[in-house]
């Protein structure tokens, strides 16, 4: 069983940067294409970021791209999210996940491709 942990949230002010953690233990992290999820007030979890497990692929939503970079260091069994020019919109809970197809997958939005979620990280932005 893999267990998921983020860290790194907290508060910024709008423009500002953050950088999201996950690390996972219980697997075989290499293995796991992986993805960021969000999840604001009142609304449903929607996402964010995947790649794959070499890296090579990163696909990102619209609402995001060329603001957050999604990266992984499989030595240290962590992947993480780089957040620049953050807006209040931002605002959520950021979920990570693993997915044991090892390629990021046609499906890899959607919340059923993913095996394994963290707990998640509050992200707030004050604008």
């Known amino acids: 069983q893999v267990q998921l942990v983020e860290s790194g949230g907290g508060l910024v002010q709008a423009g500002g940067s953050l950088r999201l953690s996950c690390t996972a233990s219980g697997g075989t992290f290499s293995s796991y294409a992986m993805g960021w999820f969000r999840q604001a007030p009142g609304k449903a979890r929607e996402f964010v970021a995947t790649i794959s497990w070499s890296g090579a692929t990163t696909r990102y939503a619209d609402s995001v791209k060329g603001r957050f970079t999604i990266s992984r260091d499989n030595a240290k069994n962590t992947v993480y999210l780089q957040m620049n020019s953050l807006k209040a919109e931002d605002t959520a809970v950021y979920f990570c996940?693993?997915?044991?197809?090892?390629?990021?997958?046609?499906?890899?939005?959607?919340?059923?491709?993913?095996?394994?979620w963290g707990q998640g990280t509050q992200v707030t932005v004050s604008s």
């Open positions: 996940a693993a997915n044991r197809a090892r390629y990021v997958t046609q499906t890899y939005s959607e919340e059923d491709n993913y095996d394994y």
